[in-house]
């Protein structure tokens, strides 16, 4: 139904998508190590060696418990909602590409049904023949196709989290 270069531009499309799981991870684990630093300031104890290690790597060590936080909560929010956005970006894109293909593949069978021989265009009705060529086709575009391409990512980015949260 779609060319060679088309599905290579979805299937681009659901790789980028999954390689944006790995921006949720980080964003979780910001929310993870924040967390743990609340936990450790509130009892007034330093923190593990881990969250020491994440601080001591992305040189917060010499900023003071709030300044930490700050930073820590300011960085985790920003993740989030740019990989949101680039997400909305990327599947309005999509959905965009799709609809597009979908007017083709329209016109194409339009083409194509007005080329065949009088009996046997007259073997369908009419509303037969109009829902191929308009509802039919944006349902396979849009509805399967569309709807495949977002659970593809959103099962990938529930692999990068389970896999990331489990390591």
Do not use: W
């Not at 499309?13 to 450790?40: E, K, N, P, Y």
């Not at 997400?87 to 979908?102: D, E, N, P, V, Y």
């Not at 037969?128 to 509805?143: A, C």
């Amino acid at each position: 139904m779609m060319s060679r270069r088309d599905q290579k531009k979805i299937f681009g499309v659901i790789i980028i998508q999954t390689f944006m799981g790995f921006l949720d991870l980080l964003g979780v684990a910001l929310i993870g190590v924040l967390g743990a630093l609340a936990v450790s300031g509130i009892e007034s104890k330093q923190p593990g060696n881990r969250v020491t290690m994440f601080i001591n790597f992305f040189h917060l060590s010499n900023l003071s418990f709030q300044q930490q936080s700050a930073v820590l909560g300011s960085t985790a929010v920003l993740v989030m909602v740019s990989r949101t956005i680039i997400s909305i970006s990327f599947t309005r894109r999509t959905l965009h590409f799709l609809s597009r293909r979908g007017a083709l593949i329209s016109r194409d069978l339009v083409g194509l049904l007005l080329r065949q021989p009088l009996t046997t265009i007259q073997s369908k009705t009419l509303q037969e023949s109009i829902y191929s060529v308009t509802d039919g086709v944006k349902t396979i575009t849009l509805g399967i196709l569309g709807t495949t391409v977002s659970l593809i990512s959103d099962c990938s980015l529930l692999l990068v989290m389970s896999v990331g949260l489990f390591i």
